[in-house]
């Protein structure tokens, strides 16, 4: 057939070979019944992708889902993959397969876990498609015990117990007392080199605490430069957001500016009016004052409008009186809720017991024959 594709080795002196030429050119089509098992035709197109994921997600085995392909295909001799690889790709769609709103509940979660205490700390990694990929999160709890027993830190990645099949990898260091103490934990889509990258990075990108004995930022706000020093040399050339509080932000939406001190003419129309204007060009004020190129744009269409809107005095000054219907009348009047009943018997209507009566009944007597003895006597 003249074909020169081949692989040359040379048996060296220690034991060893070394291939001395190779050459991958082919002269011929290999046979697609042997070619398929190489690993450079091993490849799950968009198109087969997106059928493995349908069937997987209607419920339909692997096994029948390979098999159409097949048949699709016209035979396995013409199937560029392997069921081993449908398996793979399917494995790794459901890893990063979460359920219905469950990114979304978690990203709410850890951002109402940092409100409540600033110090929990975490970090999310998404796909191409917005999908959740990586997660890694510490609590203020585990940082502070890193920072007295952070010299020893083991990682595994043995915990499989989630519904999405994510490896549970936890940072775990030892205390005083050779007990295992937890330092942080992550949930990743992959065993790779790239996953693992990711995650060492988020672990040692812990927001650094800084405090001094100045305390400046304490009743300041404001870090001093002994803080400022330490954050350098710790190989920080960013200051960390928590340490930038709103009142020095130049980008912060000053919305308090915005609120109505006044509580007169509130329930006339001309000032019913002018509130609902000036509602819709606050959010257009905010937006454009950001950059010089929008305000002067949005203040010569200000201008432009001043033209088409001219002064109360152009205009019909009458004042027009509202005849519709009052609705005091029509409004039905609203009752208090009904009284629930107490559980038991009223106190009204106590049940007594018949020796409680008796015992009031012998009373009474013994009063009744007190009483006519006193009369009797005098």
Same mark, same amino acid.
């Given at each position: ?6 692989? $040359? ?56 889902? =390979?098999?159409?392909?097949?048949? @699709? ?34 990203? $709410? ?9 600033? @110090? ?12 959740? /990929? ?55 889509? $992959? @065993? ?13 990108? &812990? ?11 304490? =009743? ?22 928590? &340490? ?61 409008? /001043? ?72």
């Amino acid at each position: 057939m003249g074909c020169k594709a081949r692989i $040359n080795a040379v048996l060296n002196v220690g034991g060893g070979y070394t291939i001395s030429k190779v050459i991958l050119d082919h002269v011929h089509a290999c046979s697609p019944g042997k070619a398929r098992h190489f690993r450079c035709f091993k490849k799950v197109d968009a198109r087969v992708a997106k059928r493995l994921e349908i069937n997987d997600e209607a419920g339909i085995r692997l096994s029948k889902n =390979f098999k159409s392909l097949v048949v @699709e295909a016209g035979g396995y001799e013409n199937c560029a993959f392997r069921e081993k690889e449908c398996r793979n790709y399917i494995d790794k769609a459901r890893r990063l397969r979460l359920g219905v709103g469950g990114g979304v509940t978690l990203c $709410n979660y850890f951002e109402d876990m940092q409100k409540r205490n600033p @110090e929990f700390y975490y970090k999310i990694d998404v796909d191409n498609e917005m999908r959740l /990929k990586n997660v890694f999160w510490a609590d203020a709890r585990s940082r502070a015990v890193y920072e007295s027993f952070g010299d020893v830190i083991t990682f595994d990645t043995t915990y499989l117990t989630n519904a999405y099949k994510m490896p549970f990898a936890p940072f775990v260091g030892v205390n005083h007392h050779g007990q295992s103490i937890l330092l942080g934990c992550g949930l990743i889509s $992959n @065993e790779d080199a790239d996953t693992f990258e990711w995650l060492f990075q988020s672990w040692l990108q &812990y927001p650094l605490d800084v405090k001094c004995s100045c305390k400046l930022f304490e =009743f300041r706000g404001i870090l001093c430069r002994h803080a400022l020093r330490v954050l350098t040399q710790m190989g920080q050339h960013t200051i960390p957001s928590k &340490y930038i509080l709103d009142r020095w932000r130049k980008d912060i939406k000053r919305k308090y500016t915005f609120v109505k001190s006044s509580y007169d003419t509130t329930s006339i129309d001309d000032a019913r009016r002018y509130d609902r204007i000036q509602n819709c060009f606050y959010e257009l004020c905010s937006n454009a004052s950001k950059a010089e190129s929008s305000c002067v744009k949005l203040i010569s269409q200000i201008e432009q409008l /001043k033209t088409q809107y001219p002064g109360i005095a152009d205009h019909d000054t009458s004042n027009t009186v509202d005849t519709a219907p009052s609705t005091e009348a029509s409004t039905p009047r609203v009752l208090s809720p009904l009284v629930v009943r107490s559980k038991g018997r009223p106190p009204s209507k106590r049940k007594v017991h018949p020796a409680e009566k008796s015992i009031k009944k012998s009373s009474t007597k013994r009063r009744l024959h007190n009483n006519q003895v006193e009369l009797h006597f005098y």
